[in-house]
């Protein structure tokens, strides 16, 4: 059956020159213009990751840009999804559910197999909608991994899709990067690229013309747009942790501390976006002791190596610096998502080895509660309510942990709705006094209300007024701020002659 869909792919000189993004913009630009659309990704490497309606679990950008095209992500949007766990082996996800853990090398001879899997999913997407956005990963021009390549060129002659390249500017060096792509790729592949664009420029465009006229003139290849290097447009980080400085919020004497700890496996961190981007709060990723200096309060992030970084914690003075401030500043208060929640407690298992070769640690012993992984993983949305507030939050799970209260304290949360099933069961444990909670659920901090109840609650023990209102969590409208900066910065004639061509 030959496909329906149009198809246009990006790809890059490299990892973060703005794939996703302009993915996201391009998903939204063909919807405003009246089109069926759907992002595809074969294969992501990422830690931030999504759980999809059905209980699958794909990459946090793909679920981004399925909300920009406004349909509902599923597993066919990002058949495999790797998750690192070391500098050698990952978890392998394909079609939203846990394979198992592989080596580099593994993975390499297993992508022969699994690649059918990836064909079958674009082609669903493309049988469903009229254009489907690719995106490609890290560079189609690195000649180690070419001969085993399932995500960038490969992909483009399956789809049959035109590829834009895109470079970043602001990285430095772009049109080396650039012509440098072009010069290590096929004759074949080369007459693929039909554009480039440029990313995060800075500065007066009349300056940047002398070398856009070279690359035209040295490649044949259009120049479709300069994107300028954008701030205020709050979209999620793929896969690398925001230490970069973010736009100016307004000017507030009275804020409220926030560290969250750096861990080496840090996952899905973008569970403290909406944190950060409060007006009464100053957060920051903390990587050593010496950084934790009185915080108002300390979050210890989801993470893919719960076992590994908590030996992180103690090796490098951090876990006895938590435990020292929590004890002694009665003002601190304590919050663990997910592996950072199980690092809270009194001792962590992982007898069948799932995540580590270390089968038992001790926790930080602050939460009476005592975990052990399972290698069947816990993937599902949910609904919860907070029985302190009566506040309602939605949000989503991925865990192998199965964790127990064994001492005093209370659930955290009661789930209402799970696997879409109602149902009555606790989440997390709290401390009688509420100073240090933990929850399995990500994406707690995007329910407004519950963000900002929790804020005034740090407001309060330091004898400060609450705020009523606060930022407003809505990534939609943010989708539309990108798209109208990418389409007043590209030649949409351009792009639909490539498309449409």
Not at 413 to 434: H, P, Q, W, Y
Not at 470 to 498: A, C, F, Q, S, W
Request: net charge positive.
């Amino acid at each position: 059956m030959m496909k329906k869909a149009k198809t246009i792919m990006i790809q890059g000189t490299g990892s973060g020159v703005g794939k996703s993004v302009l993915v996201t913009a391009l998903c939204r630009i063909f919807l405003r213009d009246g089109f069926s659309v759907a992002p595809f990704k074969a294969q992501n490497m990422a830690l931030n990751s999504f759980v999809t309606e059905d209980g699958g679990e794909i990459g946090r950008a793909q679920a981004t840009q399925a909300l920009a095209c406004k349909i509902r992500p599923t597993v066919h949007v990002n058949p495999i999804l790797i998750k690192p766990s070391s500098n050698t082996s990952a978890q392998i996800i394909v079609l939203g559910k846990p394979v198992r853990n592989m080596s580099v090398y593994e993975y390499k001879n297993y992508k022969k197999t699994v690649f059918g899997k990836v064909r079958k999913s674009f082609r669903i997407l493309a049988r469903e909608h009229d254009i489907v956005v690719i995106e490609g990963a890290g560079s189609p021009a690195e000649v180690n991994l070419k001969s085993h390549d399932i995500v960038n060129m490969r992909v483009a002659r399956l789809a049959s899709a035109p590829v834009i390249l895109v470079g970043d500017i602001d990285k430095g060096g772009v049109f080396a990067w650039l012509i440098g792509t072009l010069e290590l790729l096929t004759p074949e592949e080369r007459k693929l690229v039909k554009g480039f664009i440029i990313n995060k420029f800075r500065g007066d465009k009349r300056l940047l013309m002398s070398g856009l006229k070279f690359l035209e003139k040295r490649t044949g290849i259009k120049v479709l747009g300069v994107i300028p290097y954008y701030r205020g447009i709050k979209i999620p980080e793929e896969d690398s942790l925001p230490f970069e400085t973010k736009e100016d919020k307004p000017l507030l004497k009275r804020k409220i501390k926030i560290s969250v700890i750096a861990l080496p496996h840090m996952s899905n961190f973008d569970d403290f976006d909406s944190l950060e981007r409060e007006a009464d709060v100053s957060l920051r990723y903390v990587k050593s002791h010496e950084d934790l200096d009185d915080p108002d309060v300390i979050i210890l992030p989801g993470t893919k190596n719960t076992i590994e970084d908590l030996y992180y914690l103690k090796k490098t003075g951090l876990a006895q610096k938590i435990i020292s401030i929590f004890r002694t500043r009665p003002k601190t208060s304590l919050v663990g998502i997910c592996g950072g929640y199980q690092m809270l407690g009194v001792r962590i298992r992982d007898r069948k080895s799932v995540e580590s070769k270390n089968k038992e640690i001790k926790g930080l012993g602050i939460l009476p509660i005592v975990t052990a992984l399972s290698p069947e993983k816990i993937l599902s949305q949910v609904k919860a309510k907070d029985p302190r507030s009566d506040i309602e939050v939605v949000g989503y799970e991925i865990h192998h942990g199965r964790t127990k209260i064994s001492g005093e304290a209370c659930p955290a949360l009661e789930i209402t709705e799970f696997m879409n099933k109602n149902v009555r069961k606790s989440d997390g444990a709290t401390t009688e006094d509420g100073r240090c909670w933990g929850t399995y659920i990500h994406g707690i901090f995007d329910n407004d209300r519950f963000r900002r109840d929790f804020l005034n609650k740090a407001r309060k023990i330091k004898g400060w007024a609450v705020i009523r209102g606060g930022v407003t969590h809505d990534p939609d409208k943010e989708i539309d701020k990108l798209e109208r900066l990418v389409r007043e910065n590209i030649d949409i004639n351009l792009l639909y002659k490539i498309v449409f061509e």
